[in-house]
């Protein structure tokens, strides 16, 4: 299956900083890729709809001055968690669609980003 | 009303059973579904689409029952390898919209 990529894999930053996640698409072009977070023992909660090319849709209740996204290419979205508190501590974990032509289109997920915020 | 609901399990099954989980949505304009198995601090990965046909994939079967509003997950001859949270996905509106389950876990015990 298509592979997606994220970097970093972990984070620890203090109170204040900012910090910015990349999610790759490696050998397919993702038009729209998904940011989620994911709280322990719960579920993934969508966080945002990045479209490239365009201002990512955010759900209900996400800050989108506080999460910056940006899908500058067919193949790169970022996510910046800009002045990071420790209830931003999360797993965070991105998605890629792949869509081809005539079929059911399909999410690939990042291998996610634990935010630790001290 | 949650959009899409599941139980949360645990559902603890001997090595060799079959079990299945159900998950419902809400919004009838729900247009594609699909279960996601996830293990512990992993991220999700695609188990199979849900066809209004019905569909089966070795041991695994999935369903769509669009009138009542709910897809299963069906596994035969369960393995410990199987233990995982299984999450349904509902997706409308031309696949902008996503919604996860809370997802359903799942022990096989030998």
């Known amino acids: 299956g298509a592979v997606v990529s994220q970097h970093p894999s972990w984070v620890i930053c203090k109170s204040g900083t900012s910090v910015k996640i990349e999610c790759r698409s490696l050998d397919f072009q993702a038009t729209t890729m998904f940011w989620y977070r994911q709280f322990p023992k719960q579920s993934l909660m969508l966080m945002a709809t990045?479209?490239?090319?365009?201002?990512?849709?955010?759900e209900q209740g996400v800050e989108k001055d506080k999460f910056l996204i940006n899908h500058a290419s067919l193949t790169l979205s970022t996510l910046t968690v800009t002045s990071a508190h420790p209830e931003d501590s999360s797993f965070y974990i991105c998605?890629?669609?792949?869509?081809?032509?005539?079929?059911?289109?399909?999410?690939?997920f990042g291998p996610g980003t634990r935010l630790l915020v001290l | 009303r949650k959009e899409v609901e599941q139980d949360p399990g645990p559902f603890n099954v001997p090595e060799g059973a079959t079990v299945a989980f159900n998950c419902t949505y809400s919004?009838?304009?729900?247009?594609?579904f699909f279960w996601y198995r996830q293990d512990c601090r992993k991220e999700p990965k695609l188990l199979m689409s849900?066809?209004?046909s019905g569909n089966e994939d070795g041991r695994f079967t999935a369903q769509l029952n669009r009138a009542s509003q709910y897809i299963s997950l069906l596994i035969r001859d369960s393995k410990l390898s199987d233990s995982a949270t299984y999450l349904c996905v509902v997706i409308r509106g031309g696949y902008q919209k996503v919604t996860f389950g809370t997802g359903t876990k799942l022990q096989v015990i030998p």
């Open positions: 990045s479209n490239e090319g365009s201002k990512a849709t955010y």
């Open positions: 998605s890629a669609r792949e869509g081809i032509s005539g079929t059911t289109p399909t999410q690939y």
């Open positions: 849900v066809y209004s």
């Open positions: 919004n009838s304009a729900s247009q594609s």
